[in-house]
C-alpha cells in the first residue's frame, strides 16, 4: 500500500546517483534513498540520523580510492580499514534505526527536530562501549576513546560506535569472545585516532595508514587467524569428545584477552607466529586459561564448599550434642566435657580447607604456566598454610586433653587451654567474619570488587584469583535482607528437623550395635569387630537423606513465599468467566489505563505525587470503588476505543477457530445503533437481566417508580439491559411500520405516552405492572419472526395486532372509551379499521441482505429470551483461559504504555533447523499402524475447534465438505499446523506483534473523529458482510493468513506500518534455508509463503558457495519477500571466515542471525512456542521494564511467563506440563523475587539486546560443556552484573513433549546438561562469588536439584545394601529381640517414602494450581493426577535424571538430544523401550527387586509379614514403577495381541546377523556397543570408579554362599572360594558347548547333539553326586542361581571396561555371547508383568482411560482413536 516507492520523481531530483544503485534492496528503510516514498521516511528523526552520518566534512579522505559525494562516515571506514559492502550497509541502518528510534523516545522532544540529538548519541556510546572502558580500567589500559565530556564531538563520537558495530557484525564466531573483540577496538580505535589527528608515520612520512587494509582485510588479517584457532582446536577435540582440559574451548580463547599479556605476545597487527596460535598438545602452546572443566564428581564440593562445610560441621556437631541423650540439646551442652568435644568441629573444618587446598592443585594445575607463575605459588602455599593450621590445632587440642585427663578434672589450667585454642580459632575465622561484615553492608564490598586499585589486589590475592567477570555482585541492602531472611527461616527448619528427627532416634541403636558381643556371623567376617561394620551401613541411608533434605525444605518454602509474592501481584483473581462478568465495568477502564498512552504533560511522570495517583487509580479499579463505567457513556471515544480492542480480540478469537460465529455475536461489544441511550454491553452480560428485572417489576406491583427503579439500577447490567431493551423495540417497531401511516402515528403517540409517564416518574401508577410478562411473550414472538430465513408477513401484522392489543385495552391502569383512545391518538379515526385490519398494510421488512439491521434483531432476541446465565460462553476452555488471563493482567501492575512512536523497538529472534513448517496433506493423511491419521487425531482433540474452521470455510464460500482437501487445503494445513509444533504456529504466533503494534499506532493518532467514524463504518460493513467480501476478492488464500483480513486494518491511513515496522523486526534463523531451496525441499517453499504473507518477516541463512573444487565460502544472508517484485529478494550477505558451526549448533545458529535483528530489545523464541494477539498488546508495556530499576540495577533480562499448550493431549502431557507451568510460573517468581537468583531458562525471554551484544550474545556455544546453551546467557549475565526479573502480566505459549519417550530423552538432555555444568566456570564462579544466601539459592535451584535427585536414589541403594549386610551377616538376629532398632528403620523409611512420591514435585504444582484455580480445583486435580498413576512417572522421571546426570560428571558423553515434537498416539514396540530403559532403569530395577526377594527370605525381622511391606513398600513402589512406566504409558501397552508381536520383535532384533552397517535400531550388538560409548570418552579415573562400582554384584555371592545346604554352616573363607569353582565350571561348559556348535554344528551335526548329550549327563552326574556325599539342598539350585548370576553379569561390566585390551583377544566373543543372554534374561524379565496384565481381562481398557483420561472428560473417542474403529460417515 504505502510502500509504493515512487522511483522516477526521487530519481530525478539526485542526478549524482547512480541509476543501479536507486534499486539498491533495502530491509526496513531505505536509508540509501532518503526520498523514497516510504512510511517510516515521514519521520524527521530518521532523517536526522542519515544526515548526522553524512557529515564527513573536512576529514581526510582515503588514499587510492574515487571518493563519492554521497558516502557518509560508514563508507570512509570501510575504505579505511577494509570492511565488507554489505556488513557497511547492515549496520548502517541498524545505527539510523537505533538513533531515530532513541531520537523519538526523548521526552519532551528536542528543540531542533531536524538534527541528531547529542545526548542521545552519547548515552548510546556510553551503553555500547561500557564493556569496554570496563575492560580498560581492569587492565589498567588507557581507553582509546579520545573524548571530553564538555565539548561532544558528534562526528568522532560516531565514528567510534559505527567502528564498534562494523567490527562485531563481522566478527561472526568470535562475537562469543567479547573481550577478544574489546582487544580489536582498542587497536583499532588507536589507528582511528591517528587518522583523525593527522599523524605522521615515521617510516614513510606519509601521513598514518591503518596496518590493515583492502578488500575484505579486516575478514582476512584479523577475523580469519583467530577463527581458525578456534577451529583447529574443536577440531583436536574429536568433536567434543575429547576431554575438556585438552584443548581450548571459546572461554578459554576469551579469557586470554583478561590479562596483559594480550598485549605483548599478540601485539597488533596481530602476530601469526604467537604462541596464542599454537594448538593445545603442541609444545609451547597457551594452555587453558581461567579454568580447567576436570570430570569430578568433587567439583560439586569445589563449587559450593561453603554449603558443603555447613552441612558436615553441623552433623558433627549435632552427633556429638545428641550422644549425650539429653531432651534439648542445650542441656548437652551445659557441661565442659561436650563443649569440649564440640570444638572438634574446627579441626574437621581445617582438614576440609586442606582438601580444598589440594582439590584446587589437583584440577587446577594445568593453569600454571612460564606466564602464570604466581598462580601455582598461590596453590602451593594454600595447601601449606591449612596444613600448618591442621597441625597447630591438632597439637592445641591434645595439650587440653592430657591436662584434662591429668587432672581428672576441668582444672583452670586445663580451662586456660581451652582458652589458647579459642584464640587460635579466632584467627581462623577471621576471613570469615570479615565476609560476614561486608555482606551486612553489601555496597562496601560492590566498592572494593568494582575499583581497580593495585592495593585491594594485593589484599584480595590470596583468597580468590582475579577475575573480569563476578566482580560486585552484591545485591541491595533490601534485598539482602529478604532472602536472607527466606534461607534463615529454611536452614533452622532444617537443622531443628534433622537433629530431632534423624539424629537423635539413631544414637540409642547405635550405641546398642556397638556394645553387641559374641555375634554369631553366618560368613565369614573379613573385618573383625563387624559391628563398626554394620553402625556404617545404618547411618549411611540418614546421611545421605540429611545431606539432600534442604532441597525439600526449600520446596517448601519456595512454593508458600511464591503464593504469596503471587497473591500480591493479583493473579489469579479472575479465574473463569463469572468473576470476569462481575468486572467487565471496570475492564475498559483498565485497559484506557494499562494498555492506552496517557495524555503525557511534561512533567507528570515519574514523580511521587504521579505514582501516588496511579497507586490510587489502581486501587479503585480492581475493587471497583467509584463507578468509572459512568464515564464511558458520556466518553464515547473512550467506549469506542475500547470496543475497537476488544472486537479485534474477539476477531482474532475468531481467526483462530477458537470460538464460532455465534459466540462472536455474544461476545463482541457491537456499534451504537438504534439511538439506544446506554453502553450496550456484550450479550453474554446481559443474558437473564431483562427477565430478573420484568420478575421484579411483577413482586413490587405497587412500589412507587423510584423505589423500583432504584432496585432496577442496583446491577449496572441490569439497568442497560431494560433500557436498551426498550428502545430497541422502539426502534424496531417504528421502523417496520411504514412512515406516513396512521398506524405509525398511533405507534408514536403511545411510546410518547409511556416516555412522559417515565418522565414524571408515574410509570407504575399510570400502567399495570402484572401485564408486561403478556407483552414481554408477544414481543419474543415478533422478534422471532423477523429472524427466520423466509419472513411470514401476515404472521407479523397478526403479532403487531395482538400486541397493540394487549397494550390498549390491558395495559393502562385506567381503561379508556373508543372515543377517549381516537381524541388521544391512540386509536384509528376510521373504526372500519378497527375491524382487525391495523397493520395490514403498513408493515414493511428489510430485505434480507441488510445484515446490519438482523445482526440487531438477533441481539434483541437474545436479550429478550436468555434464561440461562451464560457462564460456559465460550465453549472452548483456551478461549476461556485466554479471556481470563487476560482480564486477569490488566488489573495488575504494569508500566504505563508509551505511544507506539516513543516505545522501545525490539526483534525476535527463532531458530529453526529443519522442523516441519506447515504439514503436508500426506502426512495429514497418512494412517499409524492403528488407522489413526494425524488429522483425525487433531479433529477428535479438538472437535470444537474443527467445527467453528468448517463453518468459516462454508462463510467463505466452500459449498460442501470434499472441497476441503481441493480449493481450501492450504486452509486446512495451515489448522492442523496450528495445532501442532511448527514453525507456521510460532511465526503466526509472533506476527501478532506487528498487528497489534500497527493498531496501537492506529490509536494513538486517531483523532476522536476518527475513532467514531471507524468504529461506525466497522459495524456496518462486519454486520454486511462486505469484510468478507473485500478480502476474498484479493485472492483466497491471502485471507487465511493475511492480517489484512483483520478490521482495524481498514482505518489504517498509511503511517502506521511504517512505525510498526521501525518497532519491530521478526528474524527466523534457517540455518539451511540455502540448501532447502536447492534440493527443492518443501520446507523452503513453505518458508517463502510465510515471508510472502508476513511483511516484518526476515529469514537470515548461511550459505555455502563452491570456488575451487572442495573449497567453499560461507555467508551470513537475510532475505525478505519483495511485495512490489513478487519475489524473495536477498537484502545483505555477509561472508564468513568459513563453517558456521564451530561449538553447539543452536547458539551459532542464533548468533550469525543476530547481526540482523535491530531494536534495544531482543526476545528469543523457541521453534515450539505460539504467542497470542491480546498479550502481545501489552509488549510496550513491558519493555517499559527496562527504565525501572529492580534493586540496585535495572534489568538486563525481562522474564516471561509461559503457558505449556500441551497439556491436553494425554495424561502424561498433562503431568510434565503441570511440572513444568509450576516452574516457569511460581519457581520463577520466586527466583526473581525475593532470591535475585533467577537466571535465564530457554526461551520468551526478552535480552537487552546492546548490553548482551558486548557481553558475548544471547548464549554459549562451546562443544559439549554448554549443552544446555540457554542457561548459560542467565549465568553470564549474572556474572558480569546483570540482573534478570520475571513478569507475570504478560505470557507466551509453549509446547512440550507429548509421549514418554520423548519425555524421557528431553530429560536426560537436560540432565546431561546439567552434568556438564557442574564442570563449568561459570558455575564455579557463580558458587564462589555470590553471597552464601544466593549461593544456596543458585544450588538448589540448578545443578543441586539433579544432584539431590541423584542422592534420593543412592539412598533407596544404601539403605537396601545395608538391610542386605544386616541380614546375610547374622547381625540382624542379634538384634532383633530389640525394639529400639526398629524406630531407627522407621525414621529412614518414612523420610524416604515422602520423598519418593514425588511430593515435593507436587507441592509447587498444587500450591500455583490452588493459587490461580482455587484451592478445591487445585486439589482435585492433584487427585485426579495421582489416580492418573503420576507418582509413578514422577519415580521413572527421577531414575533418568539420576542416571544420566551420574553417568555424565563420571563419564562424559553427553549429546544433544533432538527431542520429537509430534503427536503421540502409537504404540510403541518392546524393543524400541527396552533400547531406551534398559541401562537407566530396567537393570537398576532388578538388582533391587533381587536384594529386595534374598532380604525378603533371609531376614530374622521379616517373618512378620506386616514388618517386611511397612520396610520395604517404597522400594518396590521404585522398582514396579521403573518397570512398568514405559508400558503403563504407552499407548495399548498392554493389548495382548501387541505383547506377542513386541516379544517376536525383541527376539528378532536380539537374534540380529546383520551387516557391519546396521544400526541400533536393528541389531542388538550395535546397541550393545553404541551403550559403552561413554566408557571410551572417560578417563582413568572414572574407569577406575566404573570398576569399584561393579564390584557389588559379587557380594551376592559372597552373602548367599554361606546359606546354602552344602556349606554345611562352616563360616571358613575357603567356602566362598570354592563357590567360584562353579562360577568357572559355567563358563568352561559354556565355552564347549560353543566350540562345538561352531565346528560341528553345521557339518557333523551328530557330534554336536553328542557334546550336548554328554554335557547334560556330567551335570546330573554332579547333582547326584552332591545330593549323596554332601548336604547340597535341591532348593540350593534355586537360591544359587541369585548368587551366580550377578556375579555374571559384574564380570561383563567389567570386561567392558576392558574392552581395549580384551577386543583383540580371543576372549571377546564369549564376553558377547554370555552378554546377549543376560540381555534376553532381562528382556524376558520385564515382559512377565507385561504380559500377565494383557492376559488379565480389561487391563487394556483401564489403562487407556487412565492415560487419555483428560480427553475422555471432553467427550473424545479415544478408543476408536486407539483401536482404530472409525465411525462411519467421519471424513
Known amino acids: 500500500m504505502s510502500n509504493l516507492r515512487h522511483r522516477a520523481g526521487a530519481g530525478q531530483s539526485r542526478p549524482d546517483r547512480l541509476p543501479e544503485e536507486e534499486e539498491e534492496p533495502y530491509n526496513i528503510i531505505p536509508v540509501h534513498n532518503l526520498l523514497a516514498d516510504h512510511p517510516s521516511l515521514r519521520y524527521p528523526e530518521v532523517r536526522a540520523a542519515a544526515a548526522a552520518l553524512r557529515t564527513v566534512g573536512n576529514l581526510r579522505k582515503p588514499p587510492y580510492v574515487q571518493w563519492l559525494p554521497h558516502m557518509d562516515l560508514l563508507d570512509w571506514l570501510q575504505l579505511f580499514f577494509g570492511f565488507q559492502l ?45 564493556n569496554y572502558t570496563l575492560w580498560c580500567s581492569y587492565l589498567s589500559k588507557k581507553s582509546n576513546i579520545w573524548l571530553s565530556d564538555r565539548s561532544s564531538d558528534q562526528r568522532r563520537e560516531l565514528l567510534y560506535v559505527s567502528l564498534y558495530l562494523l567490527i562485531w557484525g563481522e566478527a561472526a564466531n568470535l562475537r562469543f569472545m567479547p573481550e577478544c573483540l574489546c582487544y580489536i577496538f582498542h587497536n583499532m580505535a588507536m589507528e582511528l585516532n591517528k587518522i583523525l589527528e593527522d599523524y605522521i608515520d615515521e617510516n614513510t612520512g606519509q601521513p598514518v595508514m591503518p596496518s590493515i587494509s583492502g578488500e575484505n582485510a579486516f575478514l582476512n588479517c584479523v577475523v580469519k587467524p583467530i577463527y581458525e584457532t578456534v577451529k583447529a582446536e574443536v577440531e583436536s577435540s574429536k568433536n567434543g569428545s575429547a576431554p575438556h582440559y585438552a584443548w581450548r574451548n571459546y572461554d578459554d580463547i576469551n579469557e586470554y584477552f583478561w590479562s596483559k599479556r594480550c598485549f605483548q605476545k599478540l601485539k597488533w597487527p596481530i602476530d601469526v607466529g604467537s604462541n596464542f596460535f599454537v594448538l593445545s598438545g603442541k609444545t609451547k602452546h597457551v594452555g587453558k586459561t581461567g579454568f580447567v572443566e576436570q570430570r569430578s564428581f568433587w567439583n560439586l564440593f569445589r563449587s559450593f564448599d561453603r554449603l558443603w562445610v555447613m552441612l558436615i560441621l553441623f552433623i558433627q556437631a549435632a552427633v556429638i550434642v545428641a550422644w549425650e541423650e539429653r531432651e534439648y540439646p542445650w542441656q548437652a551442652l551445659e557441661e565442659r566435657d561436650v563443649q569440649a568435644r564440640a570444638l572438634t568441629v574446627v579441626l574437621t573444618w581445617s582438614v576440609l580447607r586442606f582438601l580444598q587446598a589440594l582439590l584446587d592443585f589437583a584440577m587446577q594445575r594445568r593453569l600454571v604456566s612460564r606466564e602464570t607463575k604466581l598462580l601455582g ?212 477502564s483498565a485497559m484506557q489505563f494499562n494498555l492506552m498512552p496517557e495524555e503525557q504533560l511534561l512533567d507528570a511522570r515519574g514523580t511521587l505525587k504521579s505514582k501516588f495517583r496511579d497507586a490510587i487509580h489502581r486501587l479503585k479499579l480492581r475493587y471497583g470503588l467509584g463507578r468509572p463505567y459512568k464515564k464511558l457513556e458520556s466518553n464515547q471515544v473512550e467506549a469506542n476505543r475500547f470496543a475497537l480492542i476488544w472486537n479485534e480480540i474477539i476477531a482474532t478469537f475468531r481467526e483462530e477457530d477458537i470460538i464460532s460465529d455465534k459466540e462472536v455475536e455474544l461476545l463482541e461489544l457491537p456499534q451504537n445503533t438504534w439511538n439506544v441511550r446506554v453502553i450496550r454491553w456484550p450479550c453474554f452480560l446481559l443474558c437473564n437481566e431483562l427477565l430478573l428485572a420484568l420478575s421484579q417489576a411483577k413482586e413490587l406491583v405497587d412500589a412507587p417508580d423510584k423505589w423500583l427503579w432504584y432496585k432496577i439500577c442496583k446491577n449496572e447490567y441490569r439497568r442497560c439491559a431494560v433500557i436498551e431493551a426498550y428502545d430497541s423495540i422502539k426502534h424496531l417497531i417504528l421502523d417496520i411500520i411504514k412512515v406516513n401511516t396512521e398506524e405509525h402515528s398511533i405507534t408514536t403517540v403511545l411510546f410518547q405516552e409511556i416516555d412522559h409517564s417515565l418522565q414524571i416518574e408515574k410509570f407504575t401508577r399510570t400502567f399495570k405492572m402484572t401485564v408486561l410478562p403478556r407483552i414481554h411473550t408477544q414481543l419474543i414472538k415478533l422478534v422471532d419472526l423477523l429472524n427466520k430465513p423466509k419472513k411470514d408477513l401476515n404472521k407479523v401484522v397478526n403479532t403487531l395486532q395482538a400486541l397493540y392489543e394487549t397494550a390498549i385495552r390491558d395495559f393502562f391502569s385506567e381503561k379508556r372509551s373508543s372515543e377517549q383512545l381516537v381524541e388521544d391518538g391512540l386509536a384509528p379515526r376510521n373504526p372500519a379499521a378497527m375491524a382487525g385490519l391495523l397493520f395490514e398494510t403498513a408493515v414493511e421488512l428489510h430485505d434480507p441482505s441488510n445484515e446490519n439491521f438482523y445482526r440487531q434483531v438477533r441481539r434483541l432476541n437474545t436479550i429478550l429470551t436468555s434464561r440461562d446465565s451464560m457462564n460456559n460462553i465460550p465453549v472452548n476452555l483456551e478461549a476461556r483461559r485466554r479471556i481470563a488471563f487476560f482480564s486477569n493482567s490488566l488489573f495488575m501492575n504494569m508500566p504505563h504504555a508509551p505511544q507506539v512512536e516513543k516505545m522501545m523497538s525490539f526483534s525476535v529472534l527463532t531458530p529453526y533447523y529443519n522442523e516441519e513448517v506447515v504439514y503436508s496433506k500426506e502426512q495429514l493423511r497418512t494412517e499409524n499402524e492403528d488407522g489413526v491419521s494425524i488429522l483425525y487425531y487433531l479433529q477428535t482433540i479438538y472437535a470444537d475447534e474443527w467445527k467453528n474452521f468448517l463453518e468459516r470455510m462454508h462463510r467463505e464460500g466452500m459449498v460442501n465438505d470434499k472441497e476441503i482437501w481441493t480449493e481450501k487445503l492450504k486452509d486446512l494445513r495451515l489448522w492442523a499446523s496450528y495445532r501442532g509444533q511448527t514453525l507456521s504456529r510460532t511465526v503466526r504466533g509472533m506476527m501478532y506483534y506487528y498487528r497489534a503494534l500497527k493498531m496501537l499506532a492506529f490509536l494513538d493518532s486517531a483523532s476522536e473523529m476518527d475513532i467514531r467514524e471507524g468504529a461506525r463504518e466497522l459495524g456496518s460493513m462486519r454486520q454486511d458482510g462486505s469484510l468478507d ?103 545483505y550477505r555477509v561472508k564468513l571466515p568459513g563453517p558456521l558451526k564451530l561449538g553447539e549448533g543452536k547458539p551459532e545458529n542464533q548468533n550469525h542471525a543476530f547481526i540482523f535483528t535491530r531494536g534495544d530489545a531482543v526476545q528469543t523464541i523457541d521453534m515450539n512456542q505460539d504467542n497470542y494477539f491480546e498479550e502481545a498488546l501489552k509488549m510496550r508495556n513491558l519493555l517499559e521494564e527496562y527504565r525501572h530499576y529492580y534493586g540496585i540495577r535495572k534489568p538486563t533480562i525481562l522474564g516471561v511467563r509461559e503457558h505449556i499448550f500441551t497439556g491436553s493431549v494425554s495424561s502424561l502431557a498433562g503431568f510434565m506440563s503441570a511440572q513444568e507451568t509450576s516452574f516457569v510460573t511460581l519457581g520463577q517468581r520466586v527466583l526473581a523475587n525475593p532470591l535475585k537468583i533467577r537466571m535465564h531458562y530457554g526461551h520468551p525471554d526478552v535480552f537487552d539486546r546492546f548490553w548482551f551484544l558486548t557481553r558475548g550474545g544471547l548464549s554459549k556455544a562451546s562443544r559439549v560443556i554448554n549443552i544446555s546453551e540457554d542457561i548459560f546467557a542467565g549465568f553470564n549475565c549474572t556474572l558480569r552484573g546483570g540482573n534478570v526479573t520475571h513478569h507475570e502480566y504478560i505470557q507466551v505459549g509453549k509446547g512440550r513433549d507429548v509421549g514418554l519417550n520423548q519425555i524421557s530423552m528431553f530429560e536426560a538432555k537436560v540432565a546431561s546438561g546439567n552434568g556438564e555444568q557442574v564442570l563449568s566456570r561459570d558455575v564455579y564462579r557463580l558458587g564462589h562469588r555470590l553471597d552464601f544466601f544466593r549461593m544456596l539459592s543458585f544450588f538448589y535451584t540448578t545443578v543441586g536439584f539433579f544432584f539431590n535427585t541423584m542422592v534420593i536414589i543412592l539412598t533407596v541403594y544404601a539403605f537396601l545394601w545395608g538391610r542386605f549386610y544386616l541380614a546375610l551377616s547374622g547381625i540382624e538376629d542379634a538384634v532383633a529381640s530389640n525394639s529400639n532398632n526398629n524406630k531407627a528403620l522407621g525414621t529412614i523409611l ?201 564390584l557389588r554384584f559379587f557380594i551376592f555371592q559372597y552373602g548367599i554362599v554361606y546359606q546354602l545346604g552344602i556349606s554345611a554352616g562352616s563360616t571358613s573363607i575357603v567356602v566362598y572360594l570354592l563357590s567360584w569353582i562353579y562360577v568357572v565350571m559355567a563358563f568352561g561348559i559354556y565355552a564347549i558347548v560353543s566350540y562345538a556348535r561352531d565346528k560341528y554344528a553345521a557339518s557333523e551335526h551328530i557330534y554336536y547333539r553328542l557334546v550336548q548329550f554328554l554335557v547334560v549327563i556330567f551335570m546330573i552326574l554332579v547333582i547326584v553326586a552332591l545330593l549323596e556325599f554332601t548336604k547340597f539342598r535341591l532348593m540350593d539350585l534355586l537360591t544359587s542361581l541369585m548368587a551366580f548370576i550377578p556375579t555374571g553379569w559384574g564380570l561383563i561390566l567389567i570386561a567392558q571396561v576392558f574392552r581395549p585390551f580384551l577386543q583383540s583377544t580371543r576372549l571377546w566373543q564369549p564376553v558377547v555371547s554370555v552378554a546377549r543372554l543376560y540381555d534376553i534374561m532381562f528382556g ?48
Open 1029 to 1131: 467480501r473485500i478480502t476474498s476478492e484479493r485472492s483466497p488464500s491471502s485471507m487465511s493468513l493475511s492480517r489484512n483480513g483483520s478490521s482495524v486494518s481498514m482505518l489504517f491511513k498509511g503511517h502506521e506500518y511504517g512505525t510498526a515496522l521501525m518497532k519491530f523486526t521478526y528474524v527466523v534463523a534457517c540455518q539451511i534455508y540455502g540448501q532447502q531451496r536447492e534440493k527443492k525441499d518443501p520446507h523452503a517453499e513453505e518458508i517463502l509463503y510465510l515471508m510472502k504473507n508476513n511483511e516484518a518477516l526476515r529469514v537470515a541463512y548461511v550459505d555455502e558457495v563452491s570456488t575451487g573444487r572442495d573449497e567453499k565460502d560461507y555467508f551470513s544472508v537475510l532475505v525478505k519477500y519483495d511485495k512490489q517484485l513478487e519475489k524473495e529478494v536477498e537484502i
Open 1724 to 1771: 524376558v524379565i520385564v515382559l512377565t508383568p507385561v504380559a500377565f496384565l494383557s492376559w488379565m481381562p480389561g487391563f487394556q481398557s483401564m489403562q487407556t482411560r487412565i492415560l487419555f483420561n483428560e480427553a475422555f472428560s471432553r467427550g473424545l473417542r479415544i478408543f476408536q482413536i486407539v483401536t482404530g474403529k472409525k465411525a462411519k460417515g467421519d471424513m
Open 377 to 588: 605459588m598461590r596453590m602451593v602455599l594454600k595447601g601449606v598454610v591449612s596444613a600448618i593450621w591442621i597441625t597447630v590445632f591438632g597439637v592445641l587440642y591434645a595439650r587440653i586433653w592430657m591436662q584434662r585427663n591429668s587432672d581428672r578434672r576441668w582444672s583452670n589450667e586445663a580451662n586456660n587451654r581451652l582458652v589458647v585454642f579459642l584464640r587460635a580459632v579466632f584467627v581462623f575465622v577471621l576471613p570469615e567474619l570479615l565476609a560476614i561484615a561486608l555482606f551486612i553492608i553489601p555496597w562496601i564490598r560492590n566498592f572494593l570488587e568494582n575499583t581497580n586499585w593495585k592495593i585491594f589486589y594485593a589484599l584480595t590475592w590470596w583468597f580468590q584469583s582475579r577475575s573480569f567477570v563476578g566482580r560486585g555482585l552484591r545485591e541491595g541492602l533490601v534485598d539482602n535482607l529478604k532472602y536472607s531472611l527466606f534461607w534463615v527461616l529454611v536452614l533452622a527448619t532444617k537443622f531443628v528437623f534433622s537433629y530431632f528427627l534423624q539424629i537423635k532416634p539413631m544414637i540409642a541403636p547405635t550405641k546398642q550395635l556397638l556394645k553387641l558381643k559374641n555375634v554369631e556371623y553366618e560368613w565369614y567376617q573379613v573385618f573383625g569387630h563387624g559391628n563398626r561394620l554394620a553402625v556404617g551401613l545404618l547411618w549411611a541411608p540418614v546421611v545421605l537423606i540429611y545431606l539432600m533434605d534442604l532441597q525439600l525444605f526449600y520446596s517448601i518454602y519456595s512454593s508458600l513465599v511464591g503464593a504469596a509474592v503471587g497473591l500480591f501481584q493479583h493473579l489469579g483473581e479472575i479465574r473463569n468467566m463469572q468473576q470476569l462478568r462481575l468486572r467487565f465495568q471496570f475492564f475498559a
Open 1390 to 1590: 518414612n523420610q524416604q517414602f515422602i520423598i519418593q512420591l514425588g511430593l515435593f514435585t507436587a507441592l509447587p504444582m498444587i500450591v500455583e494450581n490452588s493459587l490461580e484455580h482455587g484451592f478445591l480445583q487445585a486439589i482435585w486435580d492433584f487427585l485426579t493426577m495421582l489416580l492418573q498413576l503420576s507418582s509413578v512417572f514422577y519415580t521413572f522421571s527421577m531414575g533418568t535424571r539420576s542416571h544420566y546426570f551420574g553417568r555424565t560428571i563420571l563419564h562424559g558423553g553427553a549429546k544433544y538430544r533432538a527431542t520429537g515434537r509430534g503427536f503421540v498416539v502409537q504404540h510403541k514396540s518392546f524393543a524400541e523401550n527396552y533400547r531406551l530403559y534398559a541401562r537407566s532403569h530396567f537393570i537398576k530395577a532388578i538388582e533391587l527387586g533381587l536384594i529386595l526377594t534374598i532380604y525378603a527370605s533371609h531376614s530374622a525381622i521379616t517373618k512378620g509379614t506386616f514388618v517386611y511391606i511397612a520396610m520395604t513398600i517404597s522400594s518396590w513402589f521404585l522398582v514396579m514403577s521403573w518397570i512398568m512406566a514405559p508400558f503403563a504409558f504407552n499407548p495399548s501397552g498392554f493389548d495382548w495381541l501387541k505383547t506377542v508381536y513386541d516379544f517376536e520383535d525383541f527376539m528378532n532384533w536380539i537374534w540380529f546377523r546383520g551387516s557391519v552397517f546396521a544400526k541400533a535400531e536393528q541389531s542388538w550388538e550395535k546397541w550393545w556397543y553404541e551403550e559403552q560409548d561413554h566408557l571410551k570418552t572417560t578417563g582413568i579415573l572414572g574407569k577406575i570408579m566404573e570398576i569399584i562400582l561393579d
Open 86 to 130: 554489505d556488513n557497511v550497509r547492515n549496520q548502517r541502518e541498524h545505527l539510523v534505526l537505533h538513533l531515530a528510534n532513541a531520537q523519538m523516545r526523548l521526552t519532551p522532544p528536542p528543540d531542533n527536530i531536524d538534527t541528531l540529538d547529542a545526548g542521545v548519541l552519547r548515552r548510546f556510546r556510553r551503553k555500547l562501549l561500557k
